[in-house]
């Protein structure tokens, strides 16, 4: 009970079939009043599955409290490519409905992953480019939900660099550097 449903619902998006993680935690809270609780937490989780999507590594520093999820530090690895960041993961304290993520990553995963774990939006703004190998790089952004004060609102910042053809709307170029800015329906790319 000093966890109440923020806990399992925060935990419910991962999956440890491989094994369970290398965790240190550090809890501190009051046992009738779970919204007072605040968890420090590293963990080493070989095989992770994060919202259908099978890592080799995920390593992570988090500090946790009901509705707070604030990523310290986050690497992940997927086949020969892999991701290293932060993020704050807000939820409404009343109705735990979503809020806010802000995200900073650098990474050289397929983008097609952050589709599969952010969801609709991020598949949205990747949907005019095509790319022949992975792409360099480096990604912040702020996602606001349903619940956030303004609204659901998008601002993102990419700066890519690639090698081998990319398409962008079906416009061929080889061995590209650009830059794309979207805010909420507007993307500007350079």
């Known amino acids: 009970s000093w966890f109440r449903d923020w806990w399992p619902n925060f935990f ?8 369970p ?15 007072r609780s605040a968890v420090f937490l590293r963990a080493d989780a070989p095989g992770a599955v994060i919202r259908g999507v099978a890592f080799g590594q995920v390593q992570a520093r988090l500090f946790i409290r009901p509705g707070f999820y604030d990523g310290l530090e986050v690497s992940v690895t997927h086949g020969s490519g892999a991701a290293r960041g932060t993020f704050t993961y ?21 983008p097609g992953i952050a589709s599969k774990i952010v969801g609709p939006t991020v598949t949205a703004v990747l949907a005019p480019f ?3 190998a992975p792409p360099v790089l480096k990604l912040q952004g702020r996602f606001d939900g349903p619940a956030a004060p303004g609204g659901r ?4 910042q990419v700066q890519a ?20 800015d979207v805010k909420d329906d507007e993307a500007g790319a350079g």
Not at 12 to 19: D, E, G, H, M, S
Not at 153 to 156: N, V
């Open 130 to 132: 095509k790319l022949s």
């Open 161 to 180: 660099r690639t090698t081998g053809e990319i398409r962008f709307h079906d416009f061929p170029m080889r061995d590209a550097s650009f830059k794309v």
């Open 90 to 110: 807000t939820l409404d304290p009343e109705t735990m409905d979503w809020r806010r993520l802000d995200l900073k990553l650098d990474s050289t995963l397929d």
């Open 153 to 156: 609102h998008l601002s993102l």
């Open 12 to 19: 419910r998006q991962f999956a440890f079939p491989a094994t």
């Open 21 to 35: 993680p290398v965790a240190h935690a550090d809890v501190s809270g009051a046992w009738r009043d779970g919204r």
